[in-house]
């Protein structure tokens, strides 16, 4: 791209976290719009190669990498330290875009070597992304709640990715003992609770008072937070690779951490000085209701009250499509207008008058977004649950027309990039200097 | 810390800064994310005026602030508008730490800040 652009407080070059964020909503809107052509697949059991495509888009090319994205703008930020590596940074991309098309697409056609030379490229990419977070975390002097959360989900995800790497090995050479679905059933719940619930929750702690002008959260909730998950997480997965009576006793921690994390925002929301709030903080704070869904679905399944495999399908879409995804779109409306108005206005800025971030956006496009999506995942999960095809091609329908929506408004954003699309400095309607 | 300066003007002369004008054109420096001027986020704790050399003491909302290493200079284009003003320092403090109830919440701010 372009040369080097100014840096945000340490942060590196916006270019680099806007070329994952980009990434990751093509994959998004990817995954959106196969879920109508999947539809009937869908309404079957979870474990078929072509969903199995689908959910790794989803968690790999617009979670995993979103989050990544997110990371080098935001770690060096919160904890006050440079990226150790921009140039790793770069190379670990395009090493993960070509892994994750790899492993979407051997996924699909269901050719398992592939899939494993892939999902090594993945691990490799991966890897990269770990080193570079260790070596700017080892410089850390004080340990709060973020940098230990961020220590907890990168040691999540260097787990998810040992328990995936074992199961593409397994498809091609059958070495794992007993059943395969303990072993995936693990490898989803290191993803989602080892490595994003930590992430998120981290993040949160240091961004939602930010944007919403709210008091930094403390107290009980935070060490419920930790402690939920540091517990919780391996008590699960190892109840599920084969020690049962630590299923309910892991699933109960999991699920006070997740009760804490609605307790901090609620209180963050109550107490914020912001009155209204845009579309970002909507997604944001909508993403949080989508937990106590996923929470008491969750709970169910781990209590035997709920069981099947569209249950399971219904918890894994409102925990993924609703908390995470809900909240990785209204983190990514906050961050991706920083981005691009620090490169482009901030040079300007206190010589002459240039636009607010809330005037970068299209905010009408950005409501029809949360529309569309929060509308499109609820249906989604509630026709999960009832296995109908035609509902599930429906809500299918609302979800890619909400991700086409957002990439637009994503798309507006970006456009200010483009000399014609800057707004002319005397144009703009807001001063900043 | 570094400085604008520009040429003295006669002591004693009408061109003098004061408080008040500096505040003026420190109204004029706002936060990209909220809309709202460092005056009206209370991020502003202290100015010192001596023969036209202006000294800031101000905060950011919290120490990762991603404007952390601008904002200074953000300040400093604005003041140095002021008539009469020859240097400008900008110091940051996060002692004591800037909290929601600094801002001045007018009729008129609660809907500037949505």
């Not at chain 1, 395009?94 to 492993?103: D, H, N, Q, S, T």
């Not at chain 1, 892939?118 to 570079?132: D, F, K, Q």
């Not at chain 1, 995800?157 to 995936?164: D, R, S």
Request: hydrophobic share 55%.
């Amino acid at each position: 791209m372009s040369k080097p652009g100014p840096s945000a407080g340490g942060a590196p070059s916006p270019i680099l976290p806007l070329s994952y964020l980009v990434t990751a909503v093509a994959a998004f809107v990817l995954a959106c719009a196969a879920v109508p052509a999947l539809a009937p697949e869908l309404a079957g059991h979870y474990y078929h190669p072509r969903l199995a495509a689908l959910t790794h888009t989803v968690t790999l090319g617009w979670i995993t990498l979103s989050i990544m994205g997110a990371s080098y703008q935001l770690i060096p930020i919160v904890l006050e330290r440079r990226v150790w590596s921009e140039r790793l940074a770069r190379w670990q991309l395009w090493i993960l875009a070509v892994g994750i098309a790899g492993m979407v697409a051997h996924f699909y056609i269901g050719r398992w070597p592939g899939l494993l030379l892939a999902a090594v490229m993945v691990a490799a990419g991966v890897a990269m992304h770990l080193v570079n977070a260790a070596m700017t975390l080892r410089s850390v002097e004080r340990w709060g709640l973020t940098p230990r959360f961020i220590a907890m989900a990168f040691t999540g995800l260097g787990l998810t990715v040992l328990f995936g790497l074992l199961l593409a090995a397994d498809r091609v050479w059958k070495f794992l003992p007993g059943s395969f679905f303990p072993t995936l059933h693990a490898h989803f719940h290191l993803a989602l609770l080892g490595f994003v619930a930590p992430i998120v929750i981290g993040v949160a702690a240091r961004v939602y008072p930010m944007f919403m002008l709210a008091p930094e959260p403390s107290g009980w909730p935070e060490r419920v937070q930790f402690w939920g998950l540091a517990l919780g997480v391996p008590g699960v997965v190892t109840a599920l690779l084969g020690v049962p009576a630590l299923l309910v006793p892991g699933a109960i921690a999991v699920a006070a951490a997740a009760a804490a994390h609605l307790t901090w925002v609620a209180r963050m929301a109550r107490d914020r000085k912001r009155p209204a709030l845009d579309w970002g903080l909507r997604f944001v704070l909508t993403g949080s209701a989508f937990l106590v869904a996923a929470g008491t679905v969750g709970l169910g399944l781990a209590f035997d009250l709920l069981s099947g495999p569209r249950v399971a399908l219904a918890y894994a879409v409102l925990a993924l499509g609703g908390w995470v995804s809900l909240t990785i779109l209204g983190m990514m409306l906050k961050i991706i207008p920083f981005l691009v108005w620090y490169r482009i206005y901030s040079p300007q800025a206190g010589r002459a008058r240039v636009p607010t971030l809330a005037q970068l956006g299209w905010p009408a496009v950005e409501a029809v977004a949360y529309a569309l999506l929060t509308g499109g995942v609820a249906a989604l999960a509630a026709a999960l649950a009832v296995g109908d095809a035609r509902l599930i091609g429906a809500a299918g329908v609302i979800l890619a027309a909400g991700a086409l929506s957002f990439a637009t408004a994503v798309a507006r954003v970006l456009y200010h990039m483009a000399p014609s699309g800057r707004r002319p400095a005397a144009a703009a309607g807001a001063r900043t200097a | 810390m570094s400085a604008y300066h520009r040429a003295p003007a006669i002591a004693g002369s009408s061109d003098a800064p004061t408080r008040e004008q500096v505040l003026e054109a420190l109204g004029g420096v706002l936060d990209p994310e909220l809309g709202m001027s460092v005056v009206e986020l209370g991020l502003i704790y202290g100015i010192d005026i001596v023969d036209g050399a202006v000294n800031i003491t101000m905060t950011l909302t919290a120490p990762g602030c991603p404007v952390h290493d601008v904002m200074p200079d953000w300040i400093r284009q604005a003041v140095m508008a002021v008539p009469g003003v020859l240097s400008v320092d900008v110091r940051i403090t996060f002692e004591p730490p800037w909290t929601p109830e600094r801002i001045k919440l007018s009729p008129q701010n609660r809907g500037r800040i949505g």
